[in-house]
């Protein structure tokens, strides 16, 4: 049973970074690319972020280009997202998807829960 497992959610002021992880376990996902969508109560869902497995493309939603960097390592089929000059707008629900460039399509995690507060 091939799942994700991620962590790196918290508590931090305004101003402040956070990292966030996403790793394949139990198999491997035969996608193209892995990535972070994010949401809120009463709000849509957003997309955060993606990398590819292959190629080092990235991908970033308008809300977190130039502040937010994610990163693959494709031999332990691990994503980091670094968080960097967080605002109290980016608190919400952080969700990997395996398959996040596809609308998205693939496997999610548990989510992961993001809070800035001023």
């Known amino acids: 049973q091939v799942h994700l497992v991620e962590s790196g959610g918290g508590l931090v002021e305004a101003g402040g970074s956070l990292r966030l992880s996403c790793a394949e376990a139990?198999?491997?996902?035969?996608?193209?690319?892995m990535g972070w969508f994010r949401q809120a109560p009463g709000k849509e869902r957003e997309f955060v972020a993606a990398?590819?497995?292959?190629?080092?493309?990235?991908y970033y939603g308008d809300a977190v280009r130039g502040r937010f960097n994610i990163t693959a390592d494709d031999a332990n089929r691990t994503i980091y997202l670094q968080m960097n000059d967080l605002n109290p707008e980016d608190t919400d629900v952080y969700y990997c998807?395996?398959?996040?460039?596809?609308?998205?399509?693939?496997?999610w995690s548990q989510g992961t829960k993001v809070t800035v507060y001023e």
């Open positions: 998807n395996a398959d996040a460039l596809r609308s998205p399509t693939g496997t």
């Open positions: 139990g198999g491997r996902f035969r996608t193209y690319a």
């Open positions: 990398a590819t497995w292959t190629g080092h493309s990235q």
